[in-house]
């Protein structure tokens, strides 16, 4: 069994044992002794939110443990995979979508409303980064005076996949870009953005127009504000970036004018690196995204623009 496979088995394993341990101190009795009776269910649903950078993988991991057919204790067992960006399942936790009980509070004592929402409580969560997690448990904490995910002992977060993020840029254009600035970084990038005479002034060709940046829709994708933190690491020239670096009137003008050479990124998907697959030069000339992305997705660029995308690895990043 090679090891993306246990880490996902060990992950659905880690779940049954979280499902088989409620049903069991259900069945067992509650604060007054009293015992409850549970009905056996049909299926038991191991749902599991996934980061968008994982998802490919964890569908097929998930869909190959369903073909075995599974079960626990007779009951079939099937694990529904949800492919959610990180900040998009943080705003859920905090706005309690999924429902959540108070303490010493049933399932068949909740309204039925709220036995409808906690229906579809997730079991796992895959997510982009720890301090999502913490972010999440902090506003469950708040609200139930406890915590939901366990972050100590045996049971701490661990990252499962990481990834750095790297500047993708097309070779035609890289090799433009290090004539006329030496490097590939988000200065050089700010200067590109900025040339009012585009890809000419640059000395590439009058036929590739404006320099075009791509970077991850920050309101549906979490690597969109780390790219956006790593410019202004560099922009600094230094790793502790503070609320009030970020908020600084002349940084943001530079930011302003940087993110003006994106490409409609209010309307751009989550998978930026698919799209540059798919669209090639329309979606831009490069970007910073992560490297499992651009990796995964290198094939079918130079299968449909046969232009490789140069990898550059950038001074500062999150």
Same mark, same amino acid.
Request: aromatic letters at 10%.
């Given at each position: 069994?090679?090891?993306?496979?246990?880490?996902?088995?060990?992950?659905?394993?880690? #779940?049954?044992?979280?499902?088989?341990?409620?049903?069991?101190?259900?069945?067992?009795?509650?604060?007054?002794?009293?015992?409850?009776?549970?009905?056996?269910?049909?299926?038991?649903?191991?749902?599991?939110?996934?980061?968008?950078?994982?998802?490919?993988?964890?569908?097929?991991?998930?869909?190959?443990?369903?073909?075995?057919?599974?079960?626990?204790?007779?009951?079939?067992? =099937?694990?529904?995979?949800?492919? %959610?960006?990180? /900040? @998009?399942?943080?705003?859920?936790?905090?706005?309690?979508?999924?429902?959540?009980?108070?303490?010493?509070?049933?399932?068949?004592?909740?309204?039925?409303?709220?036995?409808? @929402?906690?229906?579809?409580?997730?079991?796992?969560?895959?997510?982009?980064?720890?301090?999502?997690?913490?972010?999440?448990?902090?506003?469950?904490?708040?609200?139930?005076?406890?915590?939901?995910?366990? @972050?100590?002992?045996?049971?701490?977060?661990?990252?499962?996949?990481?990834?750095?993020?790297?500047?993708?840029?097309?070779?035609?254009?890289?090799?433009?870009?290090?004539?006329?600035?030496?490097?590939?970084?988000?200065?050089?990038?700010?200067? #590109?953005?900025?040339?009012?005479?585009?890809?000419?002034?640059? &000395? &590439?060709?009058?036929?590739?127009?404006?320099?075009?940046?791509?970077?991850?829709?920050?309101?549906?994708?979490?690597?969109?504000?780390?790219?956006?933190?790593?410019?202004?690491?560099?922009?600094? &020239?230094?790793?502790?970036?503070?609320?009030?670096?970020? @908020?600084?009137? #002349?940084? *943001?003008?530079?930011?302003?004018?940087? %993110?003006?050479?994106?490409?409609?990124?209010?309307?751009?998907? #989550?998978?930026?690196?698919?799209?540059?697959?798919?669209?090639?030069?329309?979606?831009?000339?490069?970007? *910073? /995204? /992560?490297?499992?992305?651009?990796?995964?997705? %290198? *094939?079918?660029?130079?299968?449909?623009?046969?232009?490789?995308?140069?990898?550059?690895?950038? =001074?500062?990043?999150?």
């Amino acid at each position: 069994m090679n090891r993306t496979r246990l880490i996902f088995i060990s992950i659905i394993v880690l #779940a049954l044992v979280i499902v088989g341990v409620s049903l069991a101190l259900q069945m067992g009795g509650n604060n007054s002794g009293a015992a409850l009776t549970v009905d056996r269910p049909d299926t038991v649903t191991v749902r599991v939110i996934t980061a968008l950078p994982v998802e490919e993988w964890v569908s097929k991991s998930a869909a190959s443990y369903n073909a075995g057919r599974p079960t626990i204790d007779g009951v079939p067992i =099937q694990v529904e995979i949800v492919g %959610m960006d990180g /900040l @998009t399942a943080l705003g859920r936790w905090d706005r309690n979508e999924y429902g959540s009980l108070a303490d010493g509070l049933t399932p068949e004592q909740a309204a039925e409303a709220q036995r409808t @929402t906690l229906a579809n409580f997730p079991t796992a969560w895959i997510p982009d980064s720890r301090y999502l997690v913490e972010l999440a448990n902090a506003s469950y904490k708040e609200r139930l005076g406890r915590d939901v995910f366990l @972050t100590d002992g045996e049971y701490r977060a661990r990252p499962i996949a990481v990834s750095l993020f790297t500047w993708g840029i097309y070779d035609s254009r890289a090799k433009v870009l290090e004539q006329k600035f030496g490097d590939v970084s988000w200065e050089s990038i700010h200067a #590109a953005a900025i040339a009012r005479g585009g890809w000419p002034e640059l &000395g &590439g060709d009058p036929g590739w127009g404006f320099f075009k940046l791509v970077v991850p829709n920050p309101s549906k994708n979490v690597g969109g504000l780390a790219a956006m933190i790593a410019a202004a690491g560099e922009y600094y &020239g230094r790793t502790d970036i503070a609320v009030a670096d970020i @908020t600084d009137p #002349a940084f *943001q003008a530079w930011l302003v004018e940087l %993110m003006g050479a994106t490409t409609d990124v209010g309307s751009a998907s #989550a998978y930026t690196a698919q799209d540059f697959a798919l669209f090639g030069y329309s979606v831009g000339d490069g970007g *910073q /995204l /992560l490297e499992s992305d651009l990796l995964q997705n %290198m *094939q079918g660029i130079l299968t449909r623009w046969e232009d490789p995308l140069q990898l550059y690895y950038p =001074q500062y990043v999150t």
